[in-house]
């Protein structure tokens, strides 16, 4: 009886084994193909980034936000006059950006880099800066999704490590690879969006303004690159 109960026991767990691998296998099958797809389309973007960006370039940054902040600077920490503090931005692939405030001590020279980190993952700055390919790459983030919707394509990347309750969705245009948008989100939590519009110059296709837009409305401003210099070396 006991022998009988034991084989019945052992078929039933096969059944269910098979029942679970059959169901689960859609999932493992979608999600792995999901990351392939991303992967290549990853490098899709990389490639078409390398071709349309400069190997760097620099510009100005002006926006509200930024004179702002300038406003906050006492007079004595001034190297010249107030209106040549400008806000010097330089973008090299495969590096992270860097703000630099000129025309003032050092003390104040970087009080913009704590903004290098979210302009690190604002737009094209997450394909081609310091990531030098897609292992580097998921060093820093986590693919979890990529939908197809119309013209766009819709990724969503989640950091790694201390940073790992945040993620970013981004919207792709089908047809020129580049970000448009991307939205910032803390655990489930939307925390603010940012828009990004282009220009072209001479061959290259570079960011012109970003505006940002947190939910709880505290932050709608932009940014404008301003007297942009390009070089191919």
């Not at 078409?48 to 004595?76: D, H, L, N």
């Not at 107030?82 to 970087?110: C, H, W």
């Not at 925390?191 to 709880?216: A, H, M």
């Amino acid at each position: 009886m006991n022998n009988k109960k034991n084989i019945t026991k052992k078929i039933l767990i096969k059944i269910i084994t098979k029942i679970l691998i059959i169901s689960l296998f859609p999932i493992f099958l979608y999600s792995q193909t999901a990351n392939d797809n991303f992967k290549e389309l990853y490098s899709k973007m990389k490639e078409k980034y390398s071709s349309i960006y400069p190997k760097s370039f620099e510009a100005y940054i002006e926006g509200k936000i930024v004179e702002r902040q300038i406003s906050t600077i006492p007079e004595r920490n001034y190297t010249s006059t107030k209106d040549k503090i400008k806000l010097k931005f330089v973008f090299t692939q495969g590096a992270k950006p860097t703000m630099t405030l000129e025309n003032v001590d050092s003390f104040y020279r970087n009080m913009f880099a704590i903004f290098e980190g979210v302009l690190e993952t604002t737009g094209f700055y997450a394909v081609v800066g310091n990531a030098q390919n897609f292992n580097s790459f998921s060093e820093k983030f986590i693919f979890e999704d990529l939908r197809e919707e119309k013209e766009k394509y819709k990724v969503v990347l989640r950091a790694k490590g201390e940073d790992k309750d945040y993620s970013v969705n981004y919207t792709i245009d089908k047809e020129s690879l580049l970000i448009e948008k991307a939205e910032y989100y803390n655990k489930k939590s939307k925390i603010y969006d940012v828009e990004i519009f282009y220009t072209n110059i001479e061959r290259y296709t570079l960011p012109e303004i970003i505006k940002y837009r947190s939910l709880d409305g505290a932050v709608n401003s932009e940014i404008k690159f301003v007297d942009i210099k390009t070089s191919s070396k």
